[in-house]
């Protein structure tokens, strides 16, 4: 057990609707990353957060947005779902800003139809 | 920008067989480098690091040397078991400022250990 838990396991939704995930990470973990993986694109990042700012952006698409909340629980929200968005989305934690040792939630599987 | 290419799988392998994943990376600098490994179900997790040129990485029975004359990482175990079958996965920092780091991943190399 990581000890990073992410909410909920499965999602399946329909094409235009927004969807919210849902990750804690581990105590004393002020860091937290969101990836991407699709069998076609790999595990990709999208974002990081560091205390409740902002720290980097990367392949996140603007239907996409994410924050930090004082508790230091994060929550990503996809809107306007397309077919394409269907992949498992892994959050993952650090103790500090230096992503290096990373530790990852299980994922929620998120299934546009 | 840094990056990490690592062999397209998947991987079959005999118990006890001897494994190699190669990873070769791109990257400004020595930055250290990683072995991250995903089980059926699961997140990833760690499981070996490099902080320097020569230096090697262990855990579980693998191992990996971190080679800058020809800027690789390869993973290796001298006899895999079942319970090896996963996804593996090579990494490495990228810098994005004020001090943060995320790791980039390589495509994964899928690897089944049959008895």
């Known amino acids: 057990d990581s000890g990073v838990t992410q909410t909920p396991k499965h999602l399946i939704t329909a094409t235009g609707q927004r969807v919210t995930l849902r990750c804690s990470p581990r105590?004393?973990?002020?860091?937290v990353y969101w990836y991407q993986q699709s069998l076609d694109q790999g595990l990709q990042f999208l974002i990081q957060?560091?205390?409740?700012?902002?720290?980097a952006k990367g392949n996140i698409l603007e239907r996409f947005s994410a924050q930090q909340f004082p508790d230091l629980h994060s929550e990503l929200n996809l809107s306007s779902l397309e077919l394409g968005d269907s992949a498992l989305y892994f959050c993952?934690?650090?103790?500090?800003?230096?992503?290096?040792?990373?530790?990852f939630g299980s994922g929620t599987q998120l299934s546009v139809l | 920008g840094n990056s990490v290419t690592q062999m397209e799988g998947p991987v079959t392998l005999s118990e006890e067989a001897f494994l190699t994943i190669n990873c070769t990376y791109t990257a400004t600098g020595y930055p250290s480098l990683f072995w991250y490994v995903q089980y059926p179900g699961e997140g990833l997790q760690l499981l070996l690091k490099a902080t320097k040129a020569d230096d090697k990485g262990s855990n579980k029975g693998f191992e990996a040397t971190y080679r800058k004359e020809t800027t690789s990482f390869h993973l290796e175990k001298g006899s895999v078991q079942v319970s090896d079958s996963a996804v593996y996965f090579c990494a490495l920092p990228v810098y994005s400022g004020a001090g943060s780091y995320q790791l980039t991943f390589g495509k994964g190399t899928k690897l089944s250990v049959i008895p």
């Open positions: 993952a934690s650090s103790v500090g800003r230096a992503g290096e040792k990373l530790f």
């Open positions: 105590s004393g973990d002020l860091s």
């Open positions: 957060y560091y205390n409740g700012e902002e720290r």
